[in-house]
């Protein structure tokens, strides 16, 4: 009976119910715990080092679980299935960051996770897969502990933003929306939100029709940058003054 639940589609997801309010306070409780415990630590110490490859599985395992569930189920689409969404991608090259340590990666990571992924947490587009779906799990698992691991990186291993990375990060993030909008063209897909709105409530409902929504994302996703880059800038501006 549990497998059952876990493995076929239930309710529709609600957002802001009981099941997603637990799931926020379950990843915030999550990001205090890491603050608590990483706070001050010295860099790459053995238990930093853990850590980061307990985080770098769950995330892998996150991904493969999902990739797994929709072959096994026979819903594997191209069309939905690729990991090409952002927090995909940022899912992704966190592993490789936590992993090998790459700042690089970090500063993408960073900005996706706040900008973008925070996003996905607070609105999820998760269509009948309302807990105890397995895709419940593997989504919210997979989303906050990308969050997580931004926090872990920079309070363990020092690792933060500069602020040639707000360009950095504008001009890759629009080079890959661009390859991403000609392979939506040839598979008739909807990745990035490229090709219309998603069909459940968020923000973007707020910004207009389809195609100026979505430059309309992509001002709010700089000014965004901008903001979550403040604590740096701040922190840097007290450091000269003293």
């Not at 306070?25 to 706070?39: C, E, G, N, P, V």
């Not at 594997?76 to 899912?91: E, T, Y």
């Not at 998760?126 to 997979?142: E, R, T």
Request: hydrophobic share 55%; with cysteine; net charge neutral.
């Amino acid at each position: 009976m549990v497998w059952q639940a876990l493995y076929i589609p239930v309710d529709q997801f609600v957002l802001f119910s009981t099941e997603h309010l637990v799931a926020l306070t379950a990843t915030l409780a999550a990001a205090i715990l890491m603050i608590a415990l990483y706070w001050g630590r010295d860099p790459g110490d053995g238990f930093s080092r853990n850590t980061r490859y307990i985080l770098a599985a769950i995330l892998l395992g996150s991904e493969l679980t999902w990739q797994y569930w929709q072959v096994a189920a026979e819903v594997w689409d191209i069309r939905h299935s690729l990991p090409l969404h952002l927090c995909d991608i940022g899912l992704l090259l966190s592993v490789i960051m936590l992993i090998w340590r790459v700042p690089a990666l970090f500063e993408l990571v960073y900005f996706w996770a706040f900008c973008g992924t925070l996003q996905a947490l607070i609105t999820p587009d998760l269509g009948n897969y309302n807990f105890p779906h397995l895709h419940f799990f593997q989504y919210f698992i997979g989303h906050g502990v990308v969050i997580i691991s931004v926090v872990f990186m920079i309070l363990s291993e020092h690792f933060r933003p500069r602020w040639r990375s707000i360009w950095k990060v504008f001009w890759v993030t629009n080079a890959y929306a661009g390859a991403v909008a000609l392979f939506n063209l040839a598979t008739n897909s909807n990745y990035l939100m490229l090709s219309g709105k998603p069909a459940v409530p968020t923000l973007v409902d707020y910004l207009g029709p389809w195609p100026g929504y979505i430059v309309a994302i992509e001002a709010i996703g700089l000014i965004s940058c901008i903001l979550y880059y403040l604590p740096f800038a701040i922190r840097d501006r007290k450091s000269k003054r003293t």
